[in-house]
């Protein structure tokens, strides 16, 4: 199962690298991981996306709580969320292609921020299955050169927050 773990940690050298390898020692591998630092300059928020079964998740969250860096922590999989990620994409386009090009962009409620020669760069930000939804149309009808993703960036809705104690 996916789930999303949110973090919030005091913004230190070394306190990534710690959570990281708490995962990594349990062999669990971080499929997407966010960082920065939160309005609070001394507080970075970790989001990452890993798989596995309830339980085990829920033994990570609480062994990584234990960590001196960490202040707050949540599994989001386990109530409602909004979750978002950010695509940029550059694609070689084939000037036959360019109106299915300009319907594909518009369709998915991308952005396409740069047109130079036969090449497209271009923006998205969405859930990770409309990212992965939006790459598949584009390679339908392009040479995909490169993509970068940022990773899951997630928030719990309603008045739930990760907080200081």
């Known amino acids: 199962m996916r789930h999303i773990v949110s973090i919030l940690l005091q913004n230190e050298a070394g306190a990534l690298s710690r959570v990281a390898n708490l995962f990594a020692a349990r062999g669990y591998n971080i499929e997407s991981l966010c960082v920065a630092p939160t309005h ?3 507080v970075s928020r970790i989001t990452l996306v890993t798989t596995g079964s309830d339980a085990v998740i829920e033994q990570i ?3 990584t709580r234990k960590l001196v860096e960490v202040i707050d922590i949540a ?3 386990a109530a409602d969320h909004v979750e978002c ?4 994409i550059k694609i070689e386009l084939n000037p036959r292609q360019a109106n299915a090009f300009i319907h594909c962009v518009r369709d998915h409620h991308a952005t396409a921020l740069d047109g ?3 090449t ?3 923006q998205l930000a969405g859930t990770a299955a409309q990212v992965e939804t939006f790459i598949a ?3 339908k009808i392009s040479t ?5 993703r940022s990773g899951v960036a997630a928030l719990a809705l309603g008045h739930a927050v990760l907080h200081k104690a």
Do not use: H, K, P
Not at 85 to 88: D, I, K, N, Q, T
Not at 144 to 148: A, H, R, T
């Open 40 to 42: 609070d300059a001394a």
């Open 61 to 63: 969250v609480a062994q």
């Open 75 to 77: 599994d989001l999989s």
């Open 85 to 88: 990620e950010l695509l940029l």
């Open 116 to 118: 130079s020669d036969n």
């Open 120 to 122: 497209r760069t271009v």
């Open 137 to 139: 149309a584009l390679s």
């Open 144 to 148: 995909v050169l490169e993509l970068v």
